[in-house]
């Protein structure tokens, strides 16, 4: 059972446009959800996370947007830029435990 | 950028063949894992490690093995190598104080067999 769910699979987005990749859990122990960030030939780097205690949380242009009520957190690319073009994964766990979501290839077009 | 590396890189092996992975990390973290990774579906956790001598299995069934005798070090041994084993292996660290929970990621082992 797939514990972390993540749509869409494949986003493509206009320079400058905001790319959205949401993710739904179902575990109510979890009390970390990290993004990470994957290009080609590297591993996944974190990018931001948030806990459960707050709504919102940002970095620059990015933005974690969390409704622990519906238990889902999504992740908000404001003005986004060709060097972007990456898979993003969402996470959810505790301690040592993660779930990750099947992760969104996402291409901004120039 | 995180101090994780991973050799091979990539590896095309036949059937039947005994292969380790190798992974080591620098930063003196004491937790480690091992995640399986393929096209379009999430990372799997294998194996993860607390601390020297300390291994678990992950969620995920593998034929995998793994040791922990030095803390920077975590390879992963594939007994006799499989079609089915074909994947990318990433290996990731954390620290253990309090709650940070945050992996580090190594660039992964691109592993073909044939």
């Known amino acids: 059972q797939q514990q972390v769910k993540q749509s869409p699979q494949s986003l493509i987005v206009q320079k400058g446009g905001i790319s959205i990749i949401n993710c739904a859990y179902e575990n109510t122990a979890f009390d970390y959800f990290p993004w990470y960030q994957q290009f080609p030939g590297k591993g996944p780097a974190l990018l931001i996370a948030i806990r459960p205690d707050v709504s919102e949380k940002k970095e620059g242009r990015f933005t974690i947007s969390f409704n622990k009520s519906a238990k889902q957190f999504s992740l908000h690319i404001m003005d986004s830029q060709p060097g972007d073009s990456a898979t993003y994964f969402c996470?959810?766990?505790?301690?040592?435990?993660?779930?990750f979501g099947t992760g969104t290839s996402l291409t901004v077009i120039p | 950028e995180a101090d994780i590396y991973q050799t091979p890189r990539y590896l095309v092996i036949g059937t039947g063949k005994k292969i380790t992975l190798e992974c080591s990390q620098t930063?003196?973290?004491?937790?480690m894992y091992w995640y399986q990774q393929d096209p379009g579906m999430e990372l799997h956790l294998i194996h993860y490690?607390?601390?020297?001598?300390?291994?678990e299995k992950g969620d995920l069934s593998s034929e995998s093995t793994v040791s922990r005798i030095r803390t920077e070090h975590f390879p992963l041994t594939l007994e006799s190598a499989r079609p089915s084993h074909t994947s990318q292996y990433l290996c990731?660290?954390?620290?253990?104080?309090?709650?940070?929970?945050?992996?580090?990621f190594g660039p992964g082992t691109r592993l073909t067999v044939t």
């Open positions: 490690s607390y601390g020297v001598n300390s291994t």
């Open positions: 996470a959810a766990g505790f301690g040592n435990q993660f779930y």
């Open positions: 930063m003196g973290h004491d937790k």
């Open positions: 990731a660290s954390s620290e253990s104080l309090g709650k940070i929970y945050e992996q580090y």
